[in-house]
């Protein structure tokens, strides 16, 4: 039974993904509800029954209060038992059934398939997201986001359909009941939901921006420990715990203050709801027993009026903190647009179609981008490699060679100037083809916090195990490997790395990584100080290897230790955004330019310093 309600939606349909997801928040949770209408109708008609038939309980209560004092037991028995008995079924089987029903769909169906529909969808977006945009914020702070707000979408359904519908009804029935019976007792009833209503929007209005800057305090807080966790290593070094614990502390006093504001609204809410019940309580029951009083209700009537108003008094506190946790959850959804909703930046275009690579030629024509900035970055680059040349890349720090190998890559779109790869711009084929021809290998690699085989596997997931091992050992990573133990006792390629790959010495890791670009086999190969984590006799076992590897491959290598791109075909040395020189290692110590003081400031084979330079 359980599985037939649960498998009523898949929360992996197909569906089309959007750039631009609505800004506004009900537009927002309506197209995420898309595959969940059909259910939802069904839902509320069934909290409408649920509730109608609680109101009529209630109603059958006072005519059974009139019926048994209208004769002797035997007669009320003989004449009305049937009926006792069609009602006691209807409350036996009728009514579990129809709240069984209502209650599997809401459960079962909606908040186990809904919060897993909208953090799949809402991870999907995020990951679609440029590296731009994710090194503009926190990784913690996103991830909360993405944590926090699916649930507080499931809470937000839920408190709609469990609350308000059933309140709605509920209300609606207490109107009618009290209508029937005599059209006076609507009058407390009618001013008490009015006064009731202008109570909820009072809340609503103030507690949904206190849930919201509430739910940014706590990603705040999430984003700053995320932060010192991934950090650790510095704060150990610089001995900044309480330094640490200072910034992190400024947080969760925001997240306090934040918090008891919202609570503010909630205490104040909670005391006046409380005198508007018992004003209800006591004026409808003191109508009613007036009206008994002067022969114009029966003892029924004041039955079911008192049971009615008693039940609204236990109903509403039930129904203002849903309507609370409700405006309180939309808050949190709201907060987490601001991550989940954001427009993709840098999308391929509606044209776009896969690279088709022939021989390797990379062109740049007018090249520049500034970060936005107006400085730093590329400026008016043009530069052409020539299929399977290999070049190196060199200047000083800010001298934009990271800022190239992000553009070739399309990480970025630049700002002016185009990337040609065989001739086809770059913005005009499909980002994942273009980084399938891109092999690279970075001078942090950081990696997966998964198996080394996992990690390995990640150039080339379909490839063999003797293709891996093989990759493991050109990158003169396999004997390590092999003696790699993790704290679950998982041995060699089974072992975990750690976050980030922390487990291993950063020789280790960027063997690891090396490996993982080998048996990516890509064409274009970019090396950004790929052997600066390694000591020197794995460095130059390693070298040898990348040489093989290169053959055949247009290959870019950034350096700042000279002697590792010296056998390059072509040296291109950046200045200032600007390329300033270019030729072979022999030509450009000829020429005695900007490369050659390079070279004969080095120590130990690299650039010298900002520092050195100023000073000559």
Known sequence: MFRFFENLVDPYVVY??????????????????????????????????????????????????????????????????????????????????VSGIDVALLHNTILVNYGALFRWRAIRHVLRQSVGWFENDFAGRIANRLMQTPPAAGDAVFQVFDAVAFALTTLVGAVILLGNADSRLMVPLLIWAALYLALMRWTVRRAGPASMASSDARSSVTGRVVDSFTNIHSVKMFAHDDREIAYVGESIENLRATFAREMRI????????????????????????????????????????????????????????????????LGVVAEGMETIAQPIGLVDGPAACPLEFREGRIETEGLSHHYGRGFGGLDRVSLT?????????????????????KLLLRFYDPEAGRILIDGQDITGVTQDSLRRRIGMVQQDSSLLHRSVRDNILYGRPGATEGEMVEAARRAEAHDFILQLTDPAGRKGYDAEVGERGVKLSGGQRQRVALARVILKDAPILVLDEATSALDSEVEAAIQETLYGVMEGKTVIAIAHRLSTIARMDRIVVLDDGKVAEHGSHEE????????????????????????????E
């Open 385 to 405: 490699i020539r299929p399977g040349e290999k070049i190196g890349l060199v200047g000083r720090s800010g001298s934009g060679k990271s800022t190239l190998v």
């Open 266 to 329: 909630i205490t104040r809410m909670d005391v006046v709801l409380t005198m508007l019940n018992g004003a209800l309580i006591v004026s409808a029951t003191a109508l009613a027993t007036y009206l008994w009083y002067r022969g114009q209700a029966t003892v029924g009537t004041v039955a079911a009026a008192s049971a009615l108003v008693l039940r609204l008094n236990s109903m509403t506190y039930w129904i203002m903190w849903a309507m609370t946790n409700l405006v309180q959850s």
């Open 588 to 615: 450009l110590l000829a020429r005695g330019g900007l490369y050659a003081r390079f070279w004969n400031r080095q120590s130990g084979g690299f650039i010298g310093t900002d520092e050195a330079e100023a000073a």
């Open 16 to 97: 089309e993904e959007k750039d631009a997801p609505p800004q506004r928040l009900l537009p927002f949770l309506m197209e995420y509800s898309r595959p969940f209408r059909g259910v939802f109708m069904v839902t509320a008609a069934l909290k409408c029954v649920s509730a109608a038939l609680d109101v009529a309980l209630i109603w059958y209560v006072g005519r059974m209060v009139d019926l048994l004092s209208q004769g002797a037991p035997a007669d009320v028995m003989k004449t009305h038992g049937t009926e006792f008995a069609i009602a006691a079924l209807v409350v036996l089987f009728v009514r579990p059934i």
